[in-house]
């Protein structure tokens, strides 16, 4: 089951303050930014930057995710590793809020997010 429209009105505010704050400087983000978006019960977030060799084509890389599971009312984090599948943050792999959710992605400690 998605998540309601308040749930995503509510989601889309607290993640987006958090790409607000993270975003690089504006003369910046034509070559690399920082985004999001919410997918069913999940929240993605992305960077988006300037391919190498053809600096008018963009691609995404992933930083986050974190899925929502009503039944246990927990968000399940996720990091993708080099083999690009999501997997488990295993340091901390389930949280009760969003707002820790980003907490962690915020401090990164284990470089999983940012690198």
Excluded at 61 to 66: D, N
Excluded at 83 to 105: A, I, M, Q
């Amino acid at each position: 089951m998605a998540l309601s429209e308040f749930e995503t009105k509510k989601i889309e505010k607290e993640v987006g303050a958090f790409v607000e704050k993270r975003r690089p400087p504006p003369h910046v983000r034509s070559e690399l930014d920082l985004g999001f978006r919410i997918k069913g019960q999940s929240v993605e977030i992305f960077e988006t930057r300037s391919l190498w060799n053809n600096p008018e084509e963009k691609i995404e890389g992933p930083v986050a995710k974190a899925t929502y599971v009503k039944r246990y009312q927990v968000w399940k984090v996720f990091w993708q590793r080099a083999d690009l599948k999501w997997h488990r943050y295993d340091p901390n792999p389930e949280v009760e809020t969003l707002e820790e959710f980003l907490g962690l992605v915020d401090r990164d400690e284990y470089a999983c997010f940012f690198g």
